[in-house]
């Protein structure tokens, strides 16, 4: 019989392999996912942005498209929706309380009569002098 147990030593034991392959798709993954969440956010805020309203041009639109067929209600929306502007310099200020002081006549009676020219004169302007 032969005997088998013959001495290698030139056979070397089977060694562990350090794998960071998944580590590495972990990584990349977890990466693209960021920018992907930080994209669509910045897409998200830039939608919203445009499609906000924007009271200061509401608030113009309705003051050009005013009906002075009564008085009295446009006296009150001018006062209302004119506020708005007032607050943008001393000038917008003094503007305001001006066409204020003269749209009282208007407001707290019952029957008014139309509101005279000057006073329309004094809308238009502070009208032209309200910006967007």
Do not use: W
């Not at 910045?42 to 008085?71: G, Q, S």
């Amino acid at each position: 019989m032969q005997n088998f147990d013959i001495p290698l030593h030139d056979i070397k034991p089977i060694v562990d392999v350090q794998e960071y392959s998944f580590y590495y798709f972990l990584g990349v993954s977890s990466f693209v996912l960021i920018l992907a969440c930080g994209t669509a956010y910045l897409i998200y805020k830039r939608i919203k942005r445009k499609n906000a309203l924007n009271i200061r041009k509401e608030h113009k639109n309705i003051l050009n498209a005013l009906d002075f067929d009564v008085p009295k209600n446009a006296a009150y929306a001018i006062t209302h929706y004119g506020l708005t502007f007032a607050s943008d310099s001393p000038r917008h200020v003094e503007m305001y309380k001006n066409l204020t002081s003269r749209l009282e006549a208007y407001k707290y009676k019952k029957e008014v009569e139309n509101i005279d020219k000057e006073t329309l004169g004094y809308f238009e302007l502070y009208k032209e002098m309200c910006d967007v």
